[in-house]
């Protein structure tokens, strides 16, 4: 296990390191003087040395995590040389977020069981007790519901307005799910109960009206994007609170900071997601497409987001 001595030993050096980093991502390598770009050099070895060691250390997952991710700036600084532009964000989405989802994957499955099971709780509490659907509904929705109407037509006859809207309205969902992390986790997981109930009462209601085939054809096409999006919102917000609750060998602060950091990547990737989603749930999720091709759409759809998330790095040339 490591020292307490070896880690305030070694902390001023990869201090350094972080403040010749974060100067060079502001203004440019070119800011650095010889003198500085040599101390990045050999602070760049030392540290890479230093993360060899955390990783004999299994309690120490979080420090090598913060090494392995200060490395990885000052890697693109000393073999590039140059601002990342377009080819930065492309590799973000294409080879960093798949790693981070990966490396985050604990806190998404445990936002994902938190919404299941409120989500299996609140239906059968609703195909138990009827009126719960309605105090939690209300009574229009409900009225529409005892129609065997869908309530989504009204997006039928604006649909770019209709895209719009839905995709504010979740970005705002998923954005709030992910600061309410700050709560020590308390908001997020509020959030996920919150949206399982919802989903779990108006899958009753509608099962017990005979209208599962028309809710769950309209939810899948855009559901396969937008409820990944938002259980990996969640593990992003817990992912914060973990690192409030247990910074490990690291100070409070500096664990808040990391895993903020790594939920800030996390919540950045859904945004693609949620746009998609978006569009999806204004144009095809409410059209008089078949049944089954809205599922045949959403299978495939759901394949390669999961590809895509569990895609295998490129080995890096030494």
Same mark, same amino acid.
């Given at each position: ?40 050099? !050999? &602070? ?7 993360? *060899?060691?955390?990783?004999?250390? #299994? =309690?120490? %997952?979080?420090? /090598? +995590? ?42 998404? !499955? &445990? ?7 409120? *989500?299996?709780?609140?239906?059968? #509490? =609703?195909? %138990?007790?009827? /009126? +719960? ?186």
């Amino acid at each position: 296990m490591i020292s307490t001595r070896w880690l305030e030993k070694r902390k001023p050096y990869w201090s350094r390191l972080e403040q010749l980093v974060d100067r060079s991502g502001r203004r440019g390598v070119g800011s650095l003087d010889h003198h500085e770009l040599r101390e990045l050099g !050999l &602070l760049y070895r030392q540290t890479a040395s230093d993360l *060899a060691a955390v990783r004999e250390d #299994v =309690t120490s %997952r979080q420090l /090598a +995590f913060y090494l392995n991710q200060l490395l990885g700036r000052a890697h693109n600084l000393i073999y590039m040389g140059h601002r990342q532009k377009l080819g930065g964000l492309l590799r973000f989405y294409t080879e960093t977020y798949p790693r981070i989802f990966r490396e985050t994957l604990p806190q998404t !499955l &445990l936002a994902f069981a938190l919404f299941a099971v409120a *989500a299996v709780a609140a239906c059968a #509490v =609703t195909l %138990r007790d009827p /009126a +719960f659907a309605h105090r939690l509904l209300g009574a229009q929705m409900m009225e529409t519901i005892e129609r065997r109407e869908m309530w989504t037509h009204s997006i039928v006859s604006v649909k770019p307005l209709a895209a719009s809207g839905i995709m504010t309205n979740n970005l705002a969902v998923t954005f709030a799910t992910f600061a309410l992390g700050i709560t020590a986790g308390l908001g997020t997981i509020w959030m996920m109960v919150f949206n399982g109930v919802l989903i779990g009462v108006i899958g009753a209601a509608t099962w017990r009206a005979g209208m599962a085939g028309q809710l769950w054809s309209f939810v899948a096409p855009h559901g396969v994007l937008e409820l990944p999006a938002i259980f990996i919102a969640g593990g992003a917000g817990l992912e914060i609170a973990r690192g409030l609750l247990f910074p490990g060998l690291l100070p409070r602060r500096d664990s808040l900071a990391l895993a903020g950091g790594r939920a800030a990547q996390l919540l950045l990737g859904t945004v693609p997601m949620l746009i998609v989603a978006g569009v999806i749930e204004g144009f095809l999720s409410p059209s008089n497409l078949a049944p089954h091709l809205k599922f045949l759409f959403a299978a495939v759809l759901f394949s390669l987001l999961l590809a895509y998330l569990h895609r295998a790095p490129r080995p890096h040339p030494a």
